[in-house]
């Protein structure tokens, strides 16, 4: 109920009257305590906890192009009982990895285990080989044919690179055949390197922590429980029964909402 105040200048002796509603007013409990309506009370609370609430958190992405490269690196010319073109990369031996990374017990320069930034160390000094496509996924007899086809994998992406880079001229019935250009390519690529998000998105993959396409873990991280150190035992977990897998393996370990594809890809390319 509204009620009025009464307030008398000494001069003019005229009143005015200020009318406030009661409703407005909550009777302090103290005189030093301000009081909220509940309505504003309840306001000041989702408020806070707007400001307080963790910032959304991001997924780490790698650019296709990256990913190839990264494999291109850690593979060797091993293929299925035979060896692949020069230029070319096929599978990675489990044993081949171990020993590259330092990890196996025969390597001088043997570690228990590596950090991120020292496999980045190691990962950077590895040479690059375009890898192959495989032939024939389904079928042995097939596959021991990958080297003999030779054809690379993504060739999508190797074509538009070659490209880009002025390296080939699909309009020009003379010039070489693109095959022919994977030495050079290898070069390019390998002096670009790899950039931190993809050393990351790869080494996560390898430790076993990076997840399937949804999000969950696939394997088991060592250290300490965090995927922060990558280890022999670590690289045999996420291996499982397999003594080496192919790029399209690889690819299997790394959630594909961690690779920036570009618009033109489609699968098996």
Same mark, same amino acid.
């Given at each position: 109920?509204?009620?009025?105040?009464?307030?008398?200048?000494?001069?003019?002796?005229?009143?005015?009257?200020?009318?406030?509603?009661?409703?407005?007013?909550?009777?302090?409990?103290?005189?030093?305590?301000?009081?909220?309506?509940?309505?504003?009370?309840?306001?000041?609370?989702?408020?806070?906890?707007?400001?307080?609430?963790?910032?959304?958190?991001?997924?780490?992405?790698?650019?296709?192009?990256?990913?190839?490269?990264?494999?291109?690196?850690?593979?060797?010319?091993?293929?299925?009982?035979?060896?692949?073109?020069? #230029?070319?990369?096929?599978?990675?031996?489990?044993?081949?990895?171990?020993?590259?990374?330092?990890?196996?017990?025969?390597?001088?320069?043997?570690?228990?285990?590596?950090?991120?930034?020292?496999?980045?160390?190691?990962?950077?000094?590895?040479?690059?080989?375009?890898?192959?496509?495989?032939?024939?996924?389904?079928?042995?007899?097939?596959?021991?044919?990958?080297?003999?086809?030779?054809?690379?994998?993504?060739?999508?992406?190797?074509?538009? &690179?070659?490209?880009?880079?002025?390296?080939?001229?699909?309009?020009?019935?003379?010039?070489?055949?693109?095959?022919?250009?994977?030495?050079?390519?290898?070069?390019?690529?390998?002096?670009?390197?790899? #950039?931190?998000?993809?050393?990351?998105?790869?080494?996560?993959?390898?430790?076993?922590?990076?997840?399937?396409?949804?999000?969950?873990?696939? #394997?088991?991280?060592?250290?300490?429980?965090?995927?922060?150190?990558?280890?022999?035992?670590?690289?045999?977990?996420?291996?499982? &029964?397999?003594?080496?897998?192919?790029?399209?393996?690889?690819?299997?370990?790394?959630?594909?909402?961690?690779?920036?594809?570009?618009?033109?890809?489609?699968?098996?390319?």
């Amino acid at each position: 109920m509204p009620f009025a105040m009464l307030f008398v200048g000494p001069a003019t002796s005229l009143a005015t009257s200020l009318t406030i509603a009661a409703s407005d007013l909550i009777p302090p409990a103290a005189p030093s305590s301000i009081h909220l309506r509940p309505s504003l009370q309840q306001s000041s609370i989702v408020i806070a906890a707007a400001a307080t609430a963790d910032p959304p958190t991001t997924t780490t992405t790698a650019p296709a192009l990256q990913i190839i490269v990264a494999y291109g690196k850690l593979a060797g010319r091993t293929c299925y009982g035979s060896t692949s073109p020069p #230029g070319s990369s096929c599978q990675l031996p489990l044993s081949d990895l171990e020993h590259e990374l330092g990890l196996d017990s025969s390597s001088s320069s043997s570690s228990s285990g590596l950090t991120k930034e020292e496999f980045k160390t190691r990962l950077d000094n590895l040479p690059f080989q375009w890898p192959l496509k495989t032939y024939g996924r389904d079928s042995m007899k097939k596959l021991t044919k990958t080297a003999v086809v030779n054809k690379g994998a993504e060739t999508a992406i190797y074509m538009d &690179e070659l490209e880009r880079r002025g390296l080939y001229d699909r309009r020009n019935p003379t010039g070489p055949l693109p095959t022919n250009l994977r030495p050079e390519m290898n070069k390019v690529l390998e002096r670009e390197g790899l #950039g931190e998000d993809t050393v990351d998105v790869v080494f996560q993959a390898l430790v076993g922590a990076g997840g399937d396409a949804s999000g969950s873990s696939v #394997g088991a991280a060592t250290s300490a429980g965090d995927g922060s150190l990558l280890t022999r035992e670590g690289l045999e977990r996420v291996f499982g &029964e397999r003594d080496a897998i192919d790029y399209y393996g690889f690819l299997e370990l790394v959630p594909n909402n961690r690779i920036n594809w570009p618009k033109y890809w489609s699968p098996g390319d």
